[in-house]
Structures are given as structure tokens and as C-alpha cells.
């Protein structure tokens, strides 16, 4: 069965940093492509990034030069590290894990940046 398991939100001030993790299990987690979505109350969910099992990382434009991701397959999971957050970071994270055309997600942590 798959589970993903997101950790590591909380209240942060603008500024400050944070680090999510997502724990994967019931998977081949080297072979799927593993992202980071947000979404805000009122709004749609949104790519934040994602790596792929190659490596290879792309990131939201709002994001950029902040926020990086990156994955641990011995441990089997994703991590975001987020810097210089600002209050329009605040939304529900959630992480994501793809191959071909399945996709599982996780439930989701609550990140909330106070100004």
C-alpha cells in the first residue's frame, strides 16, 4: 500500500526557514518522479517543484532561489527546504510521487508565515 507521509510545517515568521520531508512507502521510490504542491484556502493547488528520478529538479517561478528540492532513495524521501519565506508561502503542502501515469499524494502539512 502506498503512504506518503509529509512532516515538518508549522508557523514560521517571514523571513525565517523550514524544511519539509515526505516519507514514502509501497513504492519504487528511485524510479518515481516526486513534487511538492501547495494549496492556499480559495485557490487551486499548485506546483512547487519536483525532481525526477534522475535528478533532475525544476521549481515555480515564485519559488525560484528559495525553495529546493531534493530526494534521499536509501532513505526513501523527499525533502523541500524553504528559505525567505513570505506570507503568500503559507498554504497546505503536499507531496506527490509519479510514475507513468500514477500518481499518489500524500496528506498533506499546514505551513503558516506570519508578516
Known amino acids: 500500500q502506498v503512504q506518503l507521509v509529509e512532516s515538518g510545517g508549522g508557523l514560521v515568521q517571514a523571513g525565517g526557514s523550514l524544511r519539509l520531508s515526505c516519507a514514502a512507502s509501497?513504492?519504487?521510490?528511485?524510479?518515481?518522479?516526486m513534487g511538492w504542491y501547495r494549496q492556499a484556502p480559495g485557490k487551486q493547488r499548485e506546483l512547487v517543484a519536483a525532481?525526477?528520478?534522475?535528478?533532475?529538479?525544476n521549481y515555480a517561478d515564485s519559488v525560484k532561489g528559495r525553495f529546493t528540492i531534493s530526494r534521499d532513495n536509501a532513505k526513501n524521501t523527499v525533502y523541500l527546504q524553504m528559505n525567505s519565506l513570505k506570507p503568500e508561502d503559507a498554504a497546505v503542502y503536499f507531496c506527490?510521487?509519479?510514475?507513468?501515469?500514477?500518481?499518489?499524494w500524500g496528506q498533506g502539512t499546514q505551513v503558516t508565515v506570519s508578516s
Open positions: 506527490s510521487a509519479a510514475w507513468g501515469t500514477k500518481v499518489d
Open positions: 509501497g513504492m519504487i521510490f528511485s524510479l518515481q518522479t
Open positions: 525532481i525526477t528520478s534522475l535528478g533532475i529538479t
